[in-house]
């Protein structure tokens, strides 16, 4: 007997339960076909969602387009995912910069050392491998700072804030269900049921919603979380930039000293070669503090200085280390006196400052008019 009055109120309450289940569909079926009452969540909650979907969904785009700045290579990202979910370490390999720069220190011993293309390849490697580590630790640095936060969001309060709305939905459909039967209850001991059950279901929702609330109030906090992680990518990314930009400088300047020693040992015009490797006018662009000049007005000026057998002011560019006793130290922004010697390398001018002489790459100065 005991064992038959325990199936029956499971059976009792696995009915009842299937009962309200079907109601709650109902109820959502017919809201949705404008045939039924809903209750209408209020503005602040509803503000609160809205502000909770558009976090969401910019954080998401954000954090894959800083995947694809930081890694551009979709088979590395697709591959390092994978580790990321075996929950194992990703074998490292050499990054673009760091590979550009292997291939040129191994041609630069192909060609020798001793060589002034092969000089000059082997310091161009050694400077894009500095780049490729310099990338790393950007990479590594986003990662931790700003990209984890931002998944954590994702993975983790988002799916919280979710889980409740959809429990917050639930209720409500049950609400909204008890109300509609409560409508059509007739007898009087049916409408005491459901009057009850629209209590009982309305307390339910408030405190749903109130939890759903708190959660979503928090959304403040993840942007002034989100802030300061933007803070630390910028001063992450003009860390990399600058020493880029230091390390590319310290090689233009490395490079300087380059075309008459080409000239030497290639027995062959240096005109191309020096444009392409030391042309102010590449560096002058990554700083508004070093004046821009193109190779036609060099070329001009030159040109004309030599013709004119006369001297020229001329500005310089950006500073310059003698690299022996016949070239002539430079200082950014100082304007000296210059002058062709017949005879003399294509690519250099004699520089006077008072009583200093000595030679100076052109590529170093703006003339003056």
């Known amino acids: 007997t005991n064992i038959s009055d325990c199936f029956k109120f499971v059976l009792e309450n696995y009915f009842y339960e299937l009962n309200i289940f079907n109601l709650t569909i109902l109820q959502f079926t017919e809201e949705k076909l404008g045939q039924a009452e809903k209750t209408e969540l209020d503005a602040h909650l509803e503000n609160l969602l809205s502000k909770a979907e558009c976090t969401k969904l910019w954080t998401e785009k954000i954090m894959k387009q800083t995947e694809v700045l930081l890694q551009p290579n979709p088979n590395a990202r697709i591959e390092e995912f994978v580790y990321e979910k075996l929950d194992r370490k990703a074998p490292s390999r050499m990054n673009n910069p760091e590979l550009l720069g292997q291939y040129m220190i191994d041609a630069g011993n192909e060609f020798g050392p001793g060589t002034a293309y092969g000089n000059a390849l082997i310091k161009c490697g050694e400077t894009q491998k500095r780049i490729g580590a310099a990338d790393r630790e950007l990479i590594q640095t986003s990662a931790i700072n700003f990209l984890t936060p931002l998944r954590n969001f994702i993975e983790g309060d988002y799916k919280t804030i979710t889980k409740e709305r959809k429990l917050l939905q639930n209720k409500r459909l049950d ?30 929702f408030d405190r749903q919603a109130e939890i759903t609330r708190l959660l979503l109030e928090g959304i403040s906090s993840t942007h002034a979380h989100h802030l300061r992680c933007l803070n630390d990518f910028v001063e992450a990314q003009m860390t990399y930039y600058a020493q880029c930009y230091q390390y590319m400088l310290d090689l233009q300047k490395q490079l300087g000293s380059f075309p008459s020693t080409f000239l030497s040992n290639n027995n062959q015009s240096s005109t191309t070669p020096v444009q392409s490797v030391s042309s102010p006018s590449v560096l002058a662009s990554a700083s508004a503090s070093l004046p821009s000049v193109s190779n036609s007005m060099v070329t001009s000026g030159l040109s004309e200085l030599k013709s004119s057998s006369g001297s020229r002011k001329a500005r310089v560019l950006y500073d310059y280390d003698a690299a022996n006793s ?3 130290s430079l200082l950014a922004d100082e304007v000296i006196t210059v002058y062709s010697i017949p005879g003399m390398d294509s690519d250099w001018l004699m520089g006077e400052r008072g009583s200093q002489k000595g030679k100076v790459p052109i590529t170093y100065l703006e003339l003056l008019n």
């Open 326 to 328: 016949s070239e002539l």
């Open 175 to 204: 609400l909204d269900a008890a109300k509609t039967r409560l409508k059509k209850a007739k007898v009087a001991e049916a409408r005491a049921a459901s009057e009850q059950e629209v209590r009982i279901t309305q307390s339910e």
